[in-house]
């Protein structure tokens, strides 16, 4: 059943991987560089950790441990709450600083914005989960 | 919270992996409970004093 999730995960994190190139990469050939590299950075970063990430759980599951335990659900019950509320401000940073961004990326549009938020939320989920599980539990 | 787990355990001759499997959670979650820095449901302290053959009363420092 483990194994099975597993293979999930990495499966949605491969299109993950692909939807976000798939996306950059067209920008790129489009003229809009900055996008189409950062993107395709962003992508090959997810795709790193994720992989990474995703081995060393495998590694678990076959030595026989279970998949995620109730310190790892506490965790990324917290973890998700702060991506969820730090996201809304990054959101609103971005709808803030609407017309700086725009003057240095002038092909900023809705989808980037859209694309820059749930980028963002992911990685603040991403390092709220790393750097809560290093620590061992969350403070109620 | 203080605890007595790897004073029982060592007692036990059991291992933080072979604990963490025979309560069916990670071996990083006996670390961080050994250590203090997380506290347990009830549900898992009970079946860890079960395990070592105490009361959760024994086992941890309240």
């Given at each position: 059943m483990d194994k099975k999730r597993v293979l999930l995960i990495a499966i949605l994190t491969l299109a993950f991987v692909a939807g976000i190139l798939f996306w950059g990469i067209p920008l790129y050939f489009e003229g809009r560089y900055f996008e189409g590299v950062s993107l395709s950075a962003a992508a090959l970063i997810v795709a790193f950790f994720g992989f990474k990430m995703l081995y060393a759980v495998l590694k678990n599951v076959n030595k026989g441990?279970?998949?995620?335990?109730e310190r790892l659900m506490r965790i990324k019950t917290r973890a998700a709450a702060y991506a969820f509320y730090i996201g809304i401000y990054w959101i609103l940073a971005i709808m803030w600083f609407e017309d700086v961004i725009v003057k240095y990326l002038p092909n900023f549009d809705i989808s980037s914005a859209a694309g820059a938020a749930i980028m963002g939320q992911a990685v603040i989920f991403g390092l709220a989960y790393w750097i809560l599980s290093s620590k061992g539990d969350v403070k109620n | 919270m203080q605890n007595r787990i790897k004073e029982l355990r060592a007692k036990h001759n059991l291992t933080q992996e072979d604990l963490a499997k025979k309560v069916g959670v990670r071996r990083e979650t006996i670390v961080f409970l050994e250590q203090g820095k997380y506290n347990p449901s009830l549900g898992l302290a009970h079946t860890i004093a079960k395990t070592l053959k105490t009361t959760i009363e024994d086992l941890f420092e309240f």
């Open positions: 441990y279970p998949l995620e335990d | -």
